[in-house]
């Protein structure tokens, strides 16, 4: 087993310095851990001003492939500062390279070798991500965590399962409510393990699927990009002022859930939308793709548009992946006058960076997020004729922009002092603090 990349993150008032070497971080100071000397000078510093040597975690999770998935991470690593200001060590596990679809030579599996590497380190961190979708085929869990009771046994550092969705977007199979029921039934009984949900509706999912007295044992934390933000240069697509708009195919082909997307329909009043704005103000368009498949939605879009709209109205900012790629997206959203966008971290990026923004509800997890925090009023359903609703709601949010922004900050504020808290509370349950 290969972990993918090995980092250093920091607290954010410490300088960053890249090395080809791994490095040891103390009062904004580094050290290479490349000779005995350094090492022995690095111990010593820590005992003479009692830091604790910085924390050893294993985290598992995509890391590339979905830009969301980094401001997630990124968020995390912003939480992580708060509790552990004398530096943090992360070894990051690709996920996508344990599923049965991945074929290249660095597949990994959820055996006997993977918790040795866990063990390896003083904290074990899944997620973000929908890593309790239960609807994973022939897996022993029904989810991407395909681990036997046995293997999850032979862990014995800390384990911390957080922002995690638990809301499949597709079909069942017989047999994984049952498979999943089992997991939670190990991962509840296990002292040295602390699971929370995100604010996705996965509560909800749980009750109604699985059982209340579940849903009732689980903490539910704001999902981590809401501690997300960038600090790297806009990224201006256009010279002039711009809407930034996220569209997906997948989500909106989806046949799970309470909502279901006729695509004709769909495109139709998404074009309405857009040409109303091209026509009638003066706000360009700048589309976000999150992954590669966002482009072929793109492209449907803008398919039968006017053809000079979008030669000079309309741009596409770049595909790129990875933490860069995420700062370089998510600065298109930061510098942007109104996101509108489908992807759940579209809409709780534009939340976390203070923009105004509107969802396009393609799935509940959408809905169930503005609904938590009592901004219902901020998504159109895209199961339906939306065109006139959106382009209502795009004029208020013009019209009233301080007020939604301030509206926003205030009940995003009060979730995240009190997901803060929980954190106080998981890192003291492991042993941690």
Same mark, same amino acid.
């Given at each position: 087993?290969?972990?993918?990349?090995?980092?250093? %993150?920091?607290?954010?008032?410490?300088?960053?310095?890249?090395?080809?070497?791994?490095?040891?971080?103390?009062?904004?100071?580094?050290?290479?851990?490349? +000779?005995?000397?350094?090492?022995?000078?690095?111990?010593?510093?820590?005992?003479?001003?009692?830091?604790?040597?910085?924390?050893?975690?294993?985290?598992?999770?995509?890391?590339?492939? $979905?830009?969301?998935?980094?401001?997630?991470?990124?968020?995390?690593? =912003?939480?992580?500062?708060?509790?552990?200001?004398?530096?943090?060590?992360? =070894?990051?596990?690709?996920?996508?390279?344990?599923?049965?679809?991945?074929?290249?030579?660095?597949?990994?599996?959820?055996?006997?070798?993977?918790?040795?590497?866990?063990?390896?380190?003083?904290?074990?961190?899944?997620?973000?991500?929908?890593?309790?979708?239960?609807?994973?085929?022939?897996?022993?869990?029904?989810?991407?965590?395909?681990?036997?009771?046995?293997?999850?046994?032979?862990?014995? @550092?800390?384990?911390?399962?957080?922002?995690?969705?638990?809301?499949?977007? %597709? !079909?069942?199979?017989?047999?994984?409510?049952?498979?999943?029921?089992?997991?939670?039934?190990?991962?509840?009984?296990?002292?040295?393990?602390? &699971?929370?949900?995100?604010?996705?509706?996965?509560?909800?999912?749980?009750?109604?699927?699985?059982?209340?007295?579940?849903?009732?044992?689980?903490?539910?934390?704001?999902?981590?990009?809401?501690?997300? $933000?960038?600090?790297?240069?806009?990224?201006?697509?256009?010279?002039?002022?711009?809407?930034?708009? $996220?569209?997906?195919?997948?989500?909106?082909?989806?046949?799970?859930?309470?909502?279901?997307?006729?695509?004709?329909?769909?495109?139709?009043?998404?074009?309405?939308?857009? @040409?109303?704005?091209?026509?009638?103000?003066?706000?360009?368009?700048?589309?976000?793709?999150?992954?590669?498949?966002?482009?072929?939605?793109?492209?449907?879009?803008?398919?039968?548009?006017?053809?000079?709209?979008?030669?000079?109205?309309?741009?596409?900012?770049?595909?790129?992946?990875?933490?860069?790629? +995420?700062?370089?997206?998510?600065?298109?959203?930061?510098?942007?006058?109104?996101?509108?966008?489908?992807?759940?971290?579209?809409?709780? +990026?534009?939340?976390?960076?203070?923009?105004?923004?509107?969802?396009?509800?393609?799935?509940? @997890?959408?809905?169930?997020?503005?609904?938590? &925090?009592?901004?219902?009023?901020?998504?159109?359903?895209?199961?339906?004729?939306?065109?006139?609703?959106?382009?209502?709601?795009?004029?208020?949010?013009?019209?009233?922009?301080?007020?939604?922004?301030? =509206?926003?900050?205030? !009940?995003?504020?009060?979730?995240?002092?009190?997901?803060?808290?929980?954190?106080?509370?998981?890192?003291?349950?492991?042993?941690?603090?």
């Amino acid at each position: 087993m290969n972990p993918t990349t090995s980092s250093m %993150s920091r607290s954010p008032h410490r300088p960053t310095r890249t090395s080809m070497f791994p490095c040891t971080t103390f009062n904004g100071a580094y050290l290479l851990d490349t +000779c005995f000397d350094a090492a022995i000078i690095a111990r010593c510093v820590r005992i003479a001003t009692n830091m604790r040597p910085p924390l050893k975690i294993l985290h598992l999770s995509s890391f590339v492939g $979905n830009i969301g998935d980094n401001a997630s991470h990124i968020g995390f690593h =912003t939480i992580l500062s708060r509790f552990f200001p004398d530096g943090y060590q992360i =070894t990051q596990l690709e996920v996508r390279k344990s599923y049965g679809i991945y074929t290249l030579q660095d597949r990994w599996c959820f055996d006997d070798r993977f918790a040795a590497l866990a063990n390896q380190h003083d904290l074990l961190v899944i997620g973000g991500g929908v890593f309790l979708n239960f609807w994973i085929k022939n897996s022993v869990t029904g989810t991407t965590l395909d681990i036997s009771a046995d293997v999850w046994a032979k862990i014995k @550092t800390p384990i911390l399962i957080t922002s995690v969705g638990c809301v499949p977007n %597709s !079909e069942i199979p017989d047999g994984n409510v049952d498979k999943f029921r089992n997991f939670l039934d190990l991962l509840l009984a296990s002292r040295n393990t602390v &699971l929370a949900v995100r604010n996705d509706g996965s509560k909800g999912v749980l009750a109604e699927y699985v059982g209340k007295s579940y849903a009732d044992r689980l903490p539910e934390v704001l999902d981590s990009a809401f501690f997300f $933000n960038t600090s790297e240069n806009p990224y201006h697509a256009l010279p002039r002022k711009y809407i930034a708009v $996220n569209v997906t195919l997948d989500q909106i082909r989806a046949r799970w859930g309470t909502i279901q997307v006729d695509e004709e329909i769909y495109y139709d009043e998404l074009q309405k939308v857009m @040409t109303h704005l091209l026509t009638n103000t003066d706000f360009d368009l700048v589309f976000v793709p999150h992954i590669y498949t966002d482009h072929l939605a793109i492209a449907r879009a803008l398919s039968g548009m006017n053809d000079f709209h979008v030669r000079s109205r309309i741009q596409i900012a770049p595909y790129a992946q990875g933490d860069a790629g +995420c700062k370089l997206l998510f600065s298109v959203y930061k510098a942007s006058g109104l996101v509108v966008g489908t992807r759940f971290h579209s809409n709780v +990026c534009s939340l976390a960076m203070d923009v105004p923004g509107i969802g396009l509800v393609a799935l509940d @997890t959408v809905k169930n997020m503005y609904d938590g &925090l009592h901004l219902s009023d901020r998504y159109v359903r895209l199961d339906r004729r939306f065109g006139d609703d959106l382009i209502a709601k795009i004029r208020a949010a013009f019209e009233n922009r301080t007020d939604l922004i301030q =509206t926003s900050k205030r !009940e995003c504020d009060v979730k995240r002092a009190q997901t803060i808290d929980m954190y106080d509370r998981f890192f003291s349950q492991l042993g941690l603090r």
